[in-house]
Every structure is written in C-alpha cells, then in structure tokens.
C-alpha cells in the first residue's frame, strides 16, 4: 500500500477518491488497518475540498425563502418569528435586517441553521 501523505493537487485528490471508492462498496471492518486507513483516507479528502472548493453559507433570505418553500409557508406564516405581515415583507425584500431575537426564533421555530441566519 502507497504511504499516506496530504492532498497537494488535483491528481493527488483524484487518487485519493479513486482509492476511497473501493472502500464505499465494501467498507472495511472497524479495527483493522483498511479501516484506518480508509478514515484516514477520508480526513485528508474532506481537508483538501474545504481548502479547494470552499462553501459559502447561503445568504440568510435565502435560507428562510428555502425553508419557506420547503415547508409550503407563506409570509403570514412567519409573523411569530418576525413581526407584523408588515415587517416579514420588510425582511424577505432586505429593507429591513433581521434582529438578534428573530434569529433565534427561526431557528428555534423553523430549524434553521443560526449560522445561516447570521451572515
């Protein structure tokens, strides 16, 4: 077996998931040396796309527009966390940012990541 090292380029990482991806149909059992070697494997991967291919959070309209559409709410269902219809259509249009205790309350309420709502 070639000696572990971190992912410097492109080629490295495509060796890297070239040889990960046995593992993934036949995972090795806990314990052993593939299965080091595969979680091994597996942090240097995950290390190299967080450095290469970075994910910015989503702007936090966005998140609640998302949630909104995948829970079938409309404006008038958010009054609780925001406000008055008035201030929610203020927030979903960016005329208005969102405060502290509405954060919490759409994360608490409707699961959104805090840090979605923060940025």
Avoid: C, W
Wanted: net charge positive; charged share 30%; aromatic share 6%.
């Amino acid at each position: 077996m070639k000696e572990l090292k971190p992912i410097r380029n492109r080629a490295e990482y495509q060796a890297a998931l070239l040889e990960a991806s046995i593992y993934f149909d036949k995972p090795p059992e806990l314990g052993t040396k593939k299965a080091d070697r595969f979680e091994i494997l597996l942090m240097l991967i995950e290390s190299y796309e967080a450095k290469e291919y970075p994910i910015s959070s989503p702007d936090p309209i966005e998140a609640i527009k998302f949630r909104m559409e995948q829970a079938n709410l409309k404006p008038k269902d958010l009054k609780p966390m925001i406000g008055e219809l008035n201030r929610v259509y203020e927030v979903l249009s960016k005329k208005r940012r969102l405060t502290l205790s509405m954060i919490r309350r759409l994360h608490t309420s409707l699961g959104i990541p805090a840090e979605s709502l923060i940025a």
